[in-house]
């Protein structure tokens, strides 16, 4: 049983990993605006790859949508959609405050409003049994991790001041921005726990543990893609930024990185399903707060490979690495609750 937690976990932080890493191709795309930027990376990774990998790994997918009740089907696609608008306000915060305090306080209370939350809805009973105390105990201490790396972030901000005026004249709205984003990104962890019906439908249709979640996903993303649509589209026609899609000679290369983006993001999000599956009936609540965690970590990381942190001093770093640190004590804790 341990170890088949041992390799669940692992599916989680791969997942985490992976999907952690989306953004990054961003840095490489600056003759485009962002808008440009997100709508390639929205349709691929919101509407595409979703769609595929549902079709290829969940036989008669149509059916299992029909056999599912209206009131499963609408949650789903209500928290997609409302996730949706925690997307796009994920790709406004990152743009104004960068990877790194971006990922950390949007996926810090995502992880926070997703777990936490379904537990106490769903399985009140679990929270003083020993998985129930290790995720509360592992979201405070994550919480710790996050004050750190806002500690962070906000004093890389000021010691960068002098060598760029501009950089914190949006501060402010991008961290309100973030925060906001953060909450209405947990719904997408909403969308698979409260769409569990329909996981069982296709678990009833012969589709795999490790691949039911496919029939969640595709919906769920699907109707998150709207909102980015909609205000992509809306900036596109405002800026007059269509023409960039066509621009030589970068256009191929840049279609290809915007592309890559979503196939990073959706594929972090298979992953990530299989370990949650993996992990039991509170898989999807145990296993996010982890998801959440390696993503916060690998935003980071790129973080510092993108020079976000050229320029701050050792106090900043510290407090950063100090952040991560906690946050892998955070992962260690819910981990550790879930070995029998």
Request: hydrophobic fraction near 55%.
């Amino acid at each position: 049983m341990g170890h088949e937690i041992g390799w669940s976990i692992i599916l989680v932080l791969v997942g985490g990993i992976v999907n952690g890493s989306f953004a990054a191709p961003m840095k490489r795309l600056s003759a485009w605006r962002w808008e440009n930027i997100w709508l390639v990376y929205a349709f691929t990774g919101l509407v595409i790859f979703p769609w595929v990998i549902a079709l290829a790994t969940v036989p008669h997918l149509a059916g299992v949508y029909q056999q599912a009740s209206a009131s499963v089907l609408a949650r789903v696609s209500l928290f997609g959609f409302a996730w949706g608008i925690g997307a796009v306000l994920f790709g406004l915060g990152i743009a104004r405050v960068g990877l790194a305090l971006g990922f950390a306080v949007i996926l810090g209370i995502t992880s926070s409003f997703g777990s936490l939350l379904p537990l106490a809805i769903l399985h009140p009973d679990q929270l003083g049994t020993r998985r129930g105390l290790a995720l509360l105990a592992g979201t405070v201490v994550m919480t710790l991790g996050l004050v750190f790396l806002g500690m962070a972030g906000m004093r890389r901000e000021r010691e960068q001041a002098s060598a760029k005026a501009s950089v914190r004249s949006g501060f402010g709205a991008g961290l309100l921005i973030c925060i906001f984003s953060g909450i209405f990104s947990s719904m997408f962890n909403f969308a698979f726990v409260f769409g569990e019906d329909l996981r069982q439908q296709a678990l009833q249709a012969g589709v795999s543990t490790a691949m039911a979640g496919n029939a969640i996903w595709a919906l769920s993303i699907s109707s998150g893609f709207i909102v980015n649509a909609v205000y992509c589209v809306y900036l596109l026609n405002k800026n007059r930024t269509w023409g960039a899609f066509l621009q030589k000679p970068a256009a191929l290369s840049y279609w290809l990185g915007a592309a890559l983006m979503g196939a990073l993001w959706f594929g972090g999000i298979v992953v990530y399903g299989m370990g949650a599956a993996a992990l039991g009936a509170l898989g999807g609540i145990i296993g996010w707060p982890v998801y959440m965690s390696i993503n916060i970590i690998t935003g980071n990381a790129w973080g510092f490979v993108g020079g976000e942190w050229k320029g701050a001093g050792r106090l900043a770093l510290g407090y950063c690495l100090t952040g991560i640190g906690i946050l892998l004590l955070a992962i260690a804790v819910i981990s550790l609750g879930n070995v029998t």
